[in-house]
C-alpha cells in the first residue's frame, strides 16, 4: 500500500467526505483520515436524528463572520439545488418543515451512505480510526504523522470541524494546524448553544422547566440587533429552544436579551382597553394567552398577585405587567458551552485564505474548510449547506 496521495483529508465529516469525494472523481488519489471510530457522527445525531441537511433559502445573509463577504463565491458555486439533485441522483426522499428546512424522509443514514458512496466512485482511500499526531510541511510536500502510520501527500484538506461536542469527537485540531503555520484564529466559541442564568436568579423559573412557546427574541445594541421568531424552551438552568439557539450565536457576555412572550398581542393595550369588564382574575386573564403554569410563573417572579382583578389594578399596574411580557429583559450568565453547542463561532480566520478554494495563501497545498473555518450560520441546515459548500469548492480546486 502506498503511502503517498495528492490529497489527504483530515476529518472525515460533513465537509471532508464531500470534498475527498469531489476531488476524487476528478482522479486524485485521496486519503481521508478520522480519529473517530463511527463514521459522520455528527450528521448521524443531526436535525434529531433526521439531518436539517440544508435550507433552500441558503445566502451569505445567514451566516456570521468577521469577513461577511467570504462565504459568497463557494456558497453560490454549490447551492442548495445542487445538493438535492445529489440526493435525487441517490434515491433519497426528503420533506420540507418550516422556514425552508430540509429534512430527510428516513434516517441521516441515508446522507452518510450517500457521501460514502460517493467516495468510492472517487477511490478514496481511508485510514479510520487513525488520529492525527503531526503535521509537516517538507520542500513541496506534507509529511502527516497518525498513530497508525506516516503518510506524504502534496496537499492536505483541514476538516476537522470545530469545538462543539468533544464526547463525540470534536477536537481543536484545526486551530492547533493553524496556529502553527501562523494562520490567524478568531476566538471560538459556543454558538447555537443553551444561555443559563444564575442560579438563584433562576430558581422562579425552576418549575417552568419543559414549557416552550413561539416568541420573539432579540439582542445586542441599534446598529447590530439581532432578532429571530422561533420557540423558546424553559429548561432547569436557562433557557433553549431555536429561539435561544438562534439568539445565542449573536450574544455577547454581559448583554442582556429582550423577550417578547407574546408577540401577537400588545398586553397592556388589551389589559387596559376594557379592564373593568373582565371577570376573571389575572392569572386566569393571561392564561388565554399564555401556558397557565408559565402565567403564575411569571406574575409571582415579578411581584404580581395571580388572584387580583384587573378591574382593581392601577393602570400603571398594568402597563408594567405589559412590559413584563412584551418586553422581558434578561441578563444570561452564560451558556452551556461546548458540551450542548451545535456548533462553534469563530475559527480559522477567511482572510488568510482563498474565497475560491479555501487555500491558504501563504501555505500553498493547504486548504480549511466547513466549521473549523471562520463562517457560522444560522440554525435551520445552513451549516451543512455551509460544510457541502466549502467541501465542493476545495473538492475542484485542490
Ligand atoms: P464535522 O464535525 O462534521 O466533522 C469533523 C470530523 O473530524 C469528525 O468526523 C471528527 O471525528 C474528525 N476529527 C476531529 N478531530 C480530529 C483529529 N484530531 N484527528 C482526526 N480526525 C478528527 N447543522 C445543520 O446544518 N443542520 C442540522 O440539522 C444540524 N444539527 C446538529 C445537531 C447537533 C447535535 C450538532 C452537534 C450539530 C448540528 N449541526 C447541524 C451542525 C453540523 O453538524 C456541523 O456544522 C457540521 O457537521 C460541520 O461539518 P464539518 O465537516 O466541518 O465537521
Redesign the pocket.
Known sequence: MSNHFDVAV????????MCAAVAGQRGKRVVL????SK?????R???GGR?????VDAGPQNFLSSNPHFCRSALSRYTPQDFLALMKRHGIPWHEKHKGQLFCDRSAEDIIAMLRAECDAGGVAWRMP???ESLHKEGGRFAIGTDGGALSTDSVVI????L??PK????D?AFRIARQFDIPVIEPQPA?VPLTFDAAGWQPFVPLAGIALPVDIETGAKKTRMHFREDLLFTHRGLSGPAVLQISSFWQPGAALTVNLLPDIDVAEELLKDKGAIRKNLGNHLSQWLPARLAEGLLSANGFDASARPADMQDKQLRRLGDVLNRWTIVPDGSEGYRK???TRGGVDTRALSQQSMMVGKVPGLYF????VDVT?WL????????WAS?VATGKAV
Open positions: 483530515i476529518g472525515a465529516g460533513a465537509a471532508g467526505m483520515i478520522d480519529h473517530a463514521l459522520a457522527e455528527k450528521i445525531i443531526s436535525g439531518c436539517n441537511f440544508t435550507n487513525a488520529k492525527v476538516a476537522s470541524g470545530g462543539s461536542i463525540i469527537g470534536a477536537t485540531l447555537l453547542a451545535e456548533v474548510i466547513g466549521e473549523a450560520g435551520g441546515g445552513y451549516n451543512f449547506q455551509w460544510a467541501g
